[in-house]
């Protein structure tokens, strides 16, 4: 259930008498990896995120002048 992380520091600790000190060590070694592997993930995804808003811009953009220049088409060839 644990890794071999965990284990070998609770081995430690236990002969030294200072398990708590080294789970903490352990607990933030994970915190520390948990933060870094947010950040990847949030690197990741913003490049995908902004190519989704400019697409539901030029959507909506589209959505606006489509009309406006055919009207304008209209207006020209009569």
């Known amino acids: 259930m644990f890794d071999a992380l965990v284990?070998?520091?609770m081995a430690v600790g236990e002969e030294t008498g200072?398990?708590?000190t080294?789970?903490?060590?352990v607990g933030e070694f994970y915190e520390a990896e948990v933060e870094y592997d947010i950040e990847r993930l949030?690197?990741?995804i913003e490049p995908i995120l902004t190519v989704v808003i400019a697409a539901i811009v030029?959507?909506?953009?589209?959505g606006v002048f489509l009309p406006m220049w055919s009207l304008a088409d209209v207006a020209i060839k009569s």
Not at 22 to 25: Q, R
Not at 58 to 62: G, K, P, S
């Open 58 to 62: 030029l959507v909506l953009a589209l």
């Open 18 to 20: 200072s398990i708590d």
């Open 7 to 9: 284990m070998q520091m």
């Open 22 to 25: 080294l789970l903490a060590e």
């Open 42 to 44: 949030s690197a990741r």
